[in-house]
């Protein structure tokens, strides 16, 4: 969960209220709908406020308040452990709801936890990266070390897909915490099925050159709802790791996903 805290401003706009002197020496203003009572002298600096009610006004202004610590919570997006036919056969499934229950998706890689992270093919080497190639639309990084290599989960997450299809031949999806899914093709062995969990390291399945390949790999995306994203914006396949960068993911009107870092 990513959290901001916000403290130490203070705002000398001047505001309009309504104010009512006590004998105890405390003071109402009126800001908005909402009656505050604050309890600092009227060459106060900072004040504390508290909703209150009251009778009596007088129009003044005061000119300083001090705002008080701040947290926002980011919502995470909701991960289920069990899926339905669609989820479990269809490698680009996107859910409808995914931006109705937020409407965009926040990543803080530098705010992830050491070992939350783990590279799918540790010393492998790029044989293909995403973009275009040969006139198609390659959609994610080709990763080869050897031959029969044992390929890792990226993050921890769960399994929504094991299974065979079309040009990715025998490949598993791991829908992750985060937000993210990541894609593992190609494989000539499964080592998971759907519904297990899985850390960040778990071995997910074995390199091979099933569906369309000519050479024993893994064929590595990664999705948000459905939609493949250039894995280089997260990762940096040189060195391996995730890049420090907090990511905004949100929805195009013409169905693709817009990724800025902020």
Do not use: W
């Amino acid at each position: 969960m990513v959290k901001t805290v916000i403290s130490n401003l203070i705002f000398t706009k001047k505001i309009q209220y309504e104010i009512a002197q006590q004998s105890t020496g405390c003071c109402y203003f009126e800001f908005g709908r909402i009656l505050f009572l604050f309890t600092s002298s009227h060459n106060s600096h900072s004040v504390n406020l508290y909703p209150c009610s009251c009778i009596y006004y007088s129009p003044i202004e005061y000119a300083f308040y001090k705002a008080e610590p701040v947290e926002f919570f980011e919502p995470k997006p909701e991960v289920r452990d069990s899926f339905n036919r669609i989820e479990k056969t269809m490698v680009g499934y996107a859910d409808d709801q995914f931006f109705v229950r937020q409407p965009e998706l926040v990543l803080d890689l530098a705010d992830l936890e050491e070992g939350a992270f783990v590279f799918p093919l540790p010393g492998g080497r790029v044989l293909s990266p995403y973009g275009r190639r040969n006139g198609r639309n390659h959609t994610g990084m080709d990763l080869k070390i050897n031959r029969r290599d044992t390929v890792l989960a990226a993050f921890d997450g769960i399994v929504r897909m094991t299974g065979g299809s079309r040009g990715y031949g025998n490949v598993v999806v791991v829908r992750h915490y985060n937000g993210l899914e990541t894609v593992y093709a190609h494989n000539s062995k499964h080592l998971v099925r759907s519904g297990d969990h899985v850390k960040a390291g778990t071995p997910v399945s074995i390199t091979g050159e099933t569906g369309r390949a000519t050479t024993d790999h893994v064929h590595f995306e990664i999705r948000v709802n459905g939609k493949t994203i250039d894995p280089a914006l997260v990762i940096d396949f040189n060195t391996q790791t995730l890049l420090h960068k907090r990511l905004v993911f949100t929805p195009t009107p013409k169905g693709k996903i817009q990724v800025e870092a902020v």
